[in-house]
Structures are given as structure tokens and as C-alpha cells.
């Protein structure tokens, strides 16, 4: 994939789930430090939905630029800010850790493939032979895999469909799919 289209998946990847991994990322914060004053207060929490929004936007235009330099300064511009509001450094770093984890948690192979799914998830505890499947067919995808003895120890989540919205080229071919009742 060219340069070029690695940018436009990541953008478009952003824009479709930025509202998502901004509620991500506020709610590791909060899970992290539940006891905080920010964490508590509906005004403080909108305060850093807020800026955890201002994070994306320069993140996505870093990204859209190709220059890091510029999500670079804007987290230096706003250590200074947030320290003005008397919130400590390590916040801004604890945030960015948050980010982190959270666009490796949601990231997709392509944004411009996606689905959504509406329905019910359960864990569930796979029986041995579904763990070596896993475990060999992440191993052949990816590079790694967990292994069997761990897809068995911690479980992995059933996804049961109602609902599934499908699209390569939004809006052209959104699809919508009903699972009978």
C-alpha cells in the first residue's frame, strides 16, 4: 500500500472512530484514577472529553500532513496549557499511554473496510480444538499467537449478530444485514 494510502486509511480510520476512542481513552482515565476530581465531576470529565477531542484533531493533522512535528509541539503547546490549569505533566504522558492503548485495541487492517455489529457478546472459555485453531491461525496471520493453553486460560469473547452494517466505499455500499429472530 502506497504511502499515500496508508494516510488516507488512517484518516479515514480517525474520522470513523474518533468519538469512540475519545469515550475510550476518557474512560481509562477515569478506570485509572477513579478517585480524581476530574474523574468524578461531569464538569471536569466534559472538560477532558474536550480536550482529548483537540488531541485528535492534531493527531489527525499530523497524520494528514505527514509530520509528526506537529502532534510533537502541539503536546509540548499543551503541557504548558494544562499545567496553567494546575494538571500535572504526568497526566498529559498517562493520557498519551491511554491513546496508545487504545488505537492498538481498536485498530483495524483497513478503514475502509469496515463493519459494525449490534447484538450480544459473551465469553466464553473455547473447547481445546478451537484454541489450537486460533492459536495457529493467529500465528499464520499475524506472526504471534497467545497460544492454545492461553486462548484456553483467558477466554475469548462470541460476538452474536442482530444487526451487521457493512461498507467498502461508504455511502456507495452500505449494506445492512438482519439476523431472524
Sequence with gaps: MSDYRHISAALDFLNLQGDLLVTQVVERQCAATPRASWSMNPKMRLRCVEDNRFHLHYLAASIQAGNPEIFSDYCGWVKVLLGKRGIAAFHLKENLEHWKAALLASSIESAADVIILRGIAEERIPDRALAERLSEESKKKY?????????????????RARTALGWKQFPKDVTLWAAES
Design 143 to 159: 506472526g504471534y499467537s497467545p497460544g492454545t493453553d492461553e486462548y484456553m486460560k483467558t477466554g475469548l469473547w462470541v460476538l
